[in-house]
């Protein structure tokens, strides 16, 4: 990474536990006679081995095009392959030398926060929080427009501007320039003005934080999250501590994550806010109808029904992180 990050401790338990789980899947495979295989290294399997375990937890998966080349791969070698992913799935992943085990329980290690009390600051100073992170040019738009809305000021805000090494060497405002000119946002003169009042203030953080984001979450009336993926079109579906961190907060969701995504996470028995309203529609008019809400601060929700929400979401990632952490829990995947 090229910047500094948010210093939340959640964000640091996941890494710590994506690794507990990446070893529990390999330790397993070995005692099983496969071979454990780094997914960033199945682009060029040497492996002698027939079967092949690999794992992909808390990041999308690649699109269809990717396995069916990887399909190919195997089916020319004789070898099987199977992979783990927290990603929901849908029925177009099938193919004849790969098995996807899809196993959304994953995302109970991801964020879980069974501990806080809900039960206060329910009056809220702050309209939002927005925490960017990484950045890149859906994001930047994002930045652009609460400044262009005037809404920095209403809402809990930081544009920190680190990103993969293998995206951009660049750090800070040479970074934010970059993005600027490498995606033409200026061609938008409102984007173009944005970006003249916004270089000198960037990485931009509107608030001091204290290793742990949630008192900024409960003290705002609505959560902008945008995830790392929304943009993506693909059969399948990733979450991050982002958007599980709202789900059990008493914040009104403004989730900007994969077309349908709301659907999803209701299936899986999560309880937010219907927003089947802008859930079907594409990344830039989802963007839209969400800024819309914030602009105009046009839903309510009853405090009592939004902690019962917070604490059923809670229950819910609580016990799928029991059950991950269990010791048979992948064995069982093995075995069947």
Known sequence: MNQAEIDSYDQHCWRRYRQFLYDNIKTIAT???????????????ESSNDVIVTAYIFDLIPDKSWFAQLDLQCQKMGKKVYYFTDNIVGNSYKFDTIKIFSIPKILGITANYSKVDLNRNKTKTKLFNCFMQRSDSVRQSWFYFLYEKNLLDSGYVSFLLKQLTDYSSLTGKELFTWIHDNFELGELPHFQNAYINLVNQVPYQNFVEQNNLIPLVLDS?????????????????????????????????????????????????????????????SWQQRQEKILEILEN???????????????????????WKEEVFAAD???RYFES
């Open 329 to 331: 829990f992948f064995e």
């Open 297 to 319: 601060d046009s839903v309510d929700c009853d405090d009592t029904l939004m902690i019962e929400q917070a604490y059923h979401n809670q229950d819910i990632l609580s016990n």
């Open 221 to 281: 009336k609505y959560s902008l999250n945008l995830e790392t993926y929304a943009n993506a079109e693909q059969d399948c579906w990733c979450f991050t501590e982002k958007s599980l961190r709202s789900l059990q907060l008493p914040t009104i969701d403004l989730m900007f994550i994969q077309t349908n995504g709301y659907k999803i996470l209701q299936n899986l028995g999560f309880q937010l806010l219907d927003h089947s309203d802008f859930d079907h529609l």
């Open 31 to 45: 005692k099983k006679n496969f071979d454990y295989v780094h997914h960033d290294q199945l682009d060029n399997i």
